[in-house]
């Protein structure tokens, strides 16, 4: 049974204006509730035109949540943009856009309350265990590194 095309952009509008999505989560939903690829193609760029999908937007909004709320490094953030088929041009854009010295203090802070929870014979074994939680956490090495030798 095809869904008729007014009712597949009414459930995309109100989903899209419920939240902050990406143009991949809304092909995503429209594929689920049955729609085709000419239906999903024509939605999609009725929504972005509208403004109910602003990808940039979105991402400005992903990177900020994943940082503050989740704790993410860029590469972890990078990783799940890129899921979620985001351009690499837009991820430098919001990237270049991220206020550095949150990002560092986040790590910084992470770093500090592990460093009490970490049982190691070792300053070598200490510091060994910082980076690998900082870079599951998606931080880059380098960051990672320079603040655990401030911290020492």
Do not use: H
Request: glycine share 4%.
């Amino acid at each position: 049974m095809e869904i008729p095309y007014d009712l597949l952009l009414k459930k995309g509008a109100a989903y899209s204006s419920k939240q902050e999505v990406c143009s991949a989560d809304i092909e995503a939903k429209l594929q689920l509730w049955g729609a085709d690829a000419d239906q999903t193609e024509k939605i999609v760029s009725y929504l972005v035109e509208q403004k109910y999908i602003d990808n940039e937007r979105f991402c400005s909004a992903f990177v900020n949540d994943k940082l503050r709320f989740n704790k993410w490094g860029k590469l972890k953030i990078t990783q799940a943009l890129r899921m979620k088929k985001i351009p690499d041009s837009l991820l430098e854009r919001v990237f270049s856009e991220m206020d550095v010295s949150l990002y560092e203090q986040t790590l910084s802070e992470l770093l500090r309350k592990k460093v009490r929870e970490i049982k190691a014979a070792s300053d070598y074994e200490r510091r060994g265990k910082l980076l690998n939680f900082a870079l599951q956490r998606g931080f880059e090495y380098e960051v990672a590194d320079r603040l655990i030798k401030e911290m020492n």
